[in-house]
């Protein structure tokens, strides 16, 4: 499932939540990366739909305790998760893909990775 869904990408949607009009090309370019989805089961992934992340998280998770579960088990950054932040989303959670793949291959990540 798509973290952010699909349905904010366009045009009218980047538009409508104020991104500017020269960072649109970022943001579609990383719509349909790794770093933007993430493995639900049915009844979740029925429930998330269209809804934006953060609203939808919050609604889900409603303790400390359960969105820092969420947040370790889904790879989700300790950042502002609002679609505005999401360039910054996509960056931290790359570097927590790395690092958790690192350790299950046993690798060490260099500075340049």
Known sequence: DHIYPRSMFTPRELGKHGIPEDQWEQYEANANSLANLQLLQGL????????????WLQSTNT???????????????DVDLSFSNFPQFIAEREKLIMQRLAALFEVQLTDSV
């Open 63 to 77: 303790t400390r305790p359960e969105l820092d579960s969420y947040y370790t088990n889904h790879l989700i950054p």
């Open 44 to 55: 979740p992934n029925q429930e998330k739909s269209d809804k934006e992340f953060e609203a």
